[in-house]
């Protein structure tokens, strides 16, 4: 199994910049997918950015110039930096894997860190 720990978030203004970072632990069998999905109030989880072990990005077609997504090899974490923060960017941010070994598939999920952006 894996475990996912999402960390960084917090209170920011308005136009505001923010790093959130997931750290993972345990074994990945096989080619996977790393991605960033948000929650807001009231509202259904979205995606907002994925990574994949080639390093091939995808982005959510709104937010694409605001958020890059990264993966640190030293610290062992995917990041995502968000730039020119807007109140409609508060949510809680999640960490997905989806290891796509043939043998042991498999998706995992992080427990989620809020982000809230208000004055």
């Known amino acids: 199994q894996v475990q996912l720990v999402e960390s960084g978030g917090g209170l920011v203004q308005p136009g505001g910049s923010l790093s959130l970072s997931c750290t993972p632990s345990g074994t990945i069998f096989g080619s996977y997918v790393m991605a960033w999905y948000r929650q807001g109030p009231g509202k259904q989880r979205e995606f907002v950015a994925s990574i994949r072990s080639d390093g091939s990005t995808t982005y959510s077609d709104s937010l694409k110039g605001r958020f890059t997504i990264s993966r640190d090899n030293v610290k062992n974490t995917m990041d995502l930096r968000m730039t020119s923060l807007k109140p409609e960017d508060t949510a809680i941010y999640y960490c997905?894997?989806?290891?796509?070994?043939?043998?042991?598939?498999?998706?995992?999920w992080g427990q989620g860190t809020q982000v809230t952006v208000s004055s």
């Open positions: 997905n894997l989806k290891d796509q070994s043939e043998l042991r598939p498999n998706d995992f």
